[in-house]
């Protein structure tokens, strides 16, 4: 703990190498919440070294009210929850659209893994209707959400991060849940098995 704090005063200082130090032992976690959140491995990268800039130029806004990996993963998850703000406002990818790379054009394709395409296509409308229905919840109940469903976060560890009482995580959790559920329940032809 001492470490740490004295890692945070350096790193505050411009010490560069205290922080690379210092966030170490956080780089895979932030990229797992980029990875889930995101759904692609680049895109995952690219915001998992956007989230660490943005650690390094506010570290001097780490004032040790909270533990430094609460601070961390409350930066990490705005910074995914922002980004995934950015992608909604963006064009959406088609199947059928040609994908140039540097070695020639690629035709959009599913990757054959056993399943029929179909089925394939559904699961991922599913995923992309859940992701857009968590989008249309309130910031508040984004935060909870992302943190207890994809992340799996305890309601304590939640609490930390979110600088609240473990009650309000666990109301705030419950009213997300039914927010979530009104929202997906409009798209009962995907969600037909889990809504009676």
Known sequence: MEEEKALIQRAQNGDTHAFEILVQEYQTRIFSIAYRMMQNQEDAADLTQEILLKLFKNLDKFRGNS??????????????????????????????????????????????????????????????????GILKLSKEHQRVIVLREVEGFSYEEI???????????????????????KILSQNRELFSDYFV
Do not use: H
């Open 67 to 132: 533990k430094f990996s609460t601070w961390v993963y409350r930066v990490a998850t705005n910074s995914c929850l922002d980004a995934l703000k950015k992608a909604k406002r963006q064009s959406a990818y088609s199947l059928d659209k040609a994908i140039e790379t540097e070695e020639g054009t690629l035709l959009g394709e599913i990757p054959d893994k056993g399943s029929m395409p179909q089925e394939l296509a559904e699961k991922k409308a599913m995923i992309e209707a859940v992701r857009l």
């Open 159 to 181: 609490a930390q991060i979110l600088n609240c009482s473990v009650g309000t995580v666990k109301s705030r959790i419950n009213r997300g849940r039914e927010n979530l559920k």
